[in-house]
């Protein structure tokens, strides 16, 4: 799902109230969260700390209460813990998702650490890892069926947007909206209230889609070379997988991608690419990207409408 997490919960980011202020850490009155207390595999229960602030801190802290989610996104990415009972302050290496009605806690909680290699592939910084607040909202749960290499069904859902893509070769792609459960309806029925794509067929412009976070040399190359061949150019930015779907409806005409992505990042929207008429190509190649390979990072590639032989 390119999930975008606002709309299931509100998303805080940590802080560490003053060291220099003693009477923030004279007692033990609230739980301090930082990564270290949260181990690196599967969802940790916070209980408790190795380091508290007093009531003094209170609103100097980031504090969240029971079932509330934490995330590391500085430095050791995608490690997440669930809060107790009591309350917990956290510091600026953490975001917290206090989820709402929508979504079940622990649910959610799972759901990010299946995400954690997407997370750990975003994270923007040379050095040290960060993943910011901006993008954790967008993230997406991508689902695939790769069939000799091709994959051949995709979906990916925005729980934020409550959009659904969905794609089969031999049935072709759509988007429905205004999903929040599949409740009992068949596919056929889902295919009946959803639009087929592409469901925009004519611009006044070219439209390039790319990343907000990886627009590299190469890819602004690339846009000054379209610059040249097409009288008008629009670049629209997006995150996450939705990029491939913007392409495949029509709002874009091309998705240029020269930084690394592994084959989790692509594979449901390459689907549902090529059931739209589309093809996802190596850069500088007429050859589409291939899946299941040992080594599992993509090569650089373009979305683009699939090339006549």
């Known amino acids: 799902m390119e999930v975008m997490m606002k709309e299931l919960g509100e ?94 806690p622990k649910y959610l909680a799972y759901n990010l650490l299946f995400n954690k290699p997407r997370f750990v592939a975003i994270a923007n910084a040379p050095v040290v890892p960060i993943i910011n607040k901006s993008q954790f909202g967008e ?44 409740g009992n309806a068949s596919l056929d029925e889902l295919i009946a209230s959803a639009t087929r794509l592409p469901s925009v067929t004519e611009r006044g412009k070219f439209v390039i889609v790319a990343s907000r976070s990886h627009l590299t040399p190469e890819t602004e190359a690339y846009i000054e070379e379209m610059k040249r061949q097409h009288l008008e ?27 690394p992505t592994m084959e989790w990042d692509t594979a449901a929207g390459h689907a549902i690419a090529r059931a739209a008429g589309l093809e996802v190509y190596q850069a500088g190649k007429e050859e589409p990207l291939c899946y299941n390979k040992e080594n599992l990072l993509n090569p650089w590639f373009v979305v683009e409408p699939k090339q006549m032989k």
């Not at 150019?233 to 930084?259: H, M, N, Q, T």
């Open 233 to 259: 150019v629009e670049l629209i930015s997006s995150g996450s997988s939705i990029k491939i779907c913007l392409v495949a409806e029509g709002k874009a005409d091309v998705y240029p991608r020269f930084a």
């Open 11 to 104: 998303i805080i980011t940590g802080n560490t109230p003053s060291k220099k202020t003693e009477a923030f850490w004279s007692s033990e009155d609230i739980c301090f969260i930082k990564p270290d207390i949260i181990a690196d595999d599967g969802i940790n229960e916070i209980v408790d700390s190795n380091e508290y602030i007093s009531e003094n801190a209170r609103k100097k802290a980031r504090i969240v209460g029971k079932n509330s989610i934490f995330i590391t996104c500085i430095g050791s990415i995608g490690k997440i813990g669930i809060a107790s009972d009591g309350e917990y302050a956290f510091n600026q290496q953490i975001n917290a998702i206090i989820p709402n009605d929508r979504v079940q």
């Open 139 to 182: 993230f997406t749960v991508n689902i695939a069926w790769v069939n000799h290499s091709v994959p051949v069904m995709g979906v990916i859902y925005l729980p934020v947007k409550q959009e659904l893509y969905f794609a089969e070769e031999s049935i072709g792609a759509y988007k429905l909206s205004n999903v929040t459960s599949r």
